[in-house]
């Protein structure tokens, strides 16, 4: 399988692709997170909406309920990747800065952690 690489660049007149399943992994989960519900034309509910988390303290019960729709969504948005865990640390400085923390595998493969950190600046072009 084949996916448009992130950030979109052309290599050789063409647009760059990614065939290494890991990425395109990463790639997905982190478009599902950062694009808000009703941002996507024909698609109103896809999204988990995270950059809402940001203006608002994060305490349990914000982080648990938003744990849980975000997993719901990646799961239901993200085939052949099982999404074990998410897990929201703000930081207690910048209350606009939070880091996330995903744990997933892919078939046949380990246990693995993709963590980024989220602020307003967050794009799809931001580096894993």
């Excluded at 052949?80 to 996330?100: C, F, H, K, M, R």
């Amino acid at each position: 399988m084949k996916n448009i690489s992130v950030p979109f660049r052309f290599v050789g007149g063409r647009v760059a692709t990614t065939s290494n399943t890991d990425t395109i992994a990463r790639q997905k989960i982190v478009d599902v997170l950062v694009t808000s519900p009703a941002e996507r034309m024909g698609q109103p509910n896809y999204g988990a909406g995270i950059y809402a988390l940001l203006f608002e303290p994060i305490d349990e019960l914000v982080k648990s309920d938003f744990r849980v729709d975000a997993l719901q969504e990646l799961n239901s948005r993200i085939s052949g990747v099982t999404i074990y865990n998410l897990d929201i640390t703000q930081n207690p400085i910048e209350p606009s800065l939070a880091e996330v923390e995903v744990t997933y595998s892919l078939p046949l493969s380990p246990v693995q952690q993709l963590t980024f950190t989220i602020n307003t600046a967050l794009t799809e072009e931001s580096p894993l």
